[in-house]
């Protein structure tokens, strides 16, 4: 990692986790598999910025730890990339241990439970689709009825307009989401505790 971090991708360790480092890979990694409209890819980070919205708009109220979940739902593509579900399918069970043992140590490393609950599960689940369904009509070329067939209707009341963002700027305002996130759960003073010299 560009921290200098060595991250084992076969036993990952939360010692080995830095939100630089995530903030930089998803920011350059591209839905769709940069097949959108556009000057700039539409990144993970500003899809994961878009995911904790959502998920907030659904639920109001809902704690700052579950929206710093939302905010890391795609964390471990930091990693291993973003692949399409139909590939993760055809992979098997080997691939989605691997992607959860990852998502575990991330979780680990930002202090929230190595397991999301399912109800939370659910609800980032159902964000997650709906910023697909914007992401589907507006970037990747797919008409509004086959958008809704997929991914099924967004929230009532939510509405959004998609402006994919560089690189640079994708990955800054995910950090300073997670910073916002990270003081309201009360993780940023002891973040520094992680790091070893």
């Known amino acids: 990692m560009l921290s200098g971090r060595r991250l084992d991708l076969l036993d990952p360790s939360p010692f080995d986790i830095e939100i630089e480092d995530i903030a930089h890979g998803l920011a350059r990694v591209a839905r769709w598999n940069g097949q959108t409209i556009g000057e700039h890819a539409f990144s993970v980070a500003q899809h994961s ?3 904790e919205e959502i998920a907030a708009h659904i639920r109001p109220g809902l704690e700052p730890k579950w929206r710093l979940a939302a905010l890391l739902h795609d964390a471990s593509e930091y990693v291993i990339g973003d692949m ?3 590939f993760k399918s055809a992979l ?3 691939y989605k241990d691997f992607e959860a043992r990852l998502e575990a140590a991330i979780h680990v490393r930002f202090q929230l439970p190595p397991k999301t609950p399912q109800t939370i599960k659910s609800l980032i689940k159902k964000a997650d689709k709906a910023c697909a369904f914007y992401e589907a009509t507006q970037l990747a070329g797919f008409t509004r009825r ?3 067939q997929i991914f099924g209707a967004p929230p009532s009341g939510y509405d959004l307009v998609i402006e994919p963002l560089p690189a640079a700027v994708a990955q800054e305002r995910y950090l ?5 996130l ?3 759960v009360g993780i940023l003073p002891g973040a520094d505790a992680w790091h070893t010299e």
């Open 176 to 180: 300073d989401r997670y910073r916002v």
């Open 182 to 184: 990270a003081e309201a």
């Open 84 to 86: 399409i579900s139909p």
């Open 49 to 51: 910025l878009v995911v």
């Open 146 to 148: 086959e958008s809704l």
């Open 92 to 94: 098997g069970a080997s």
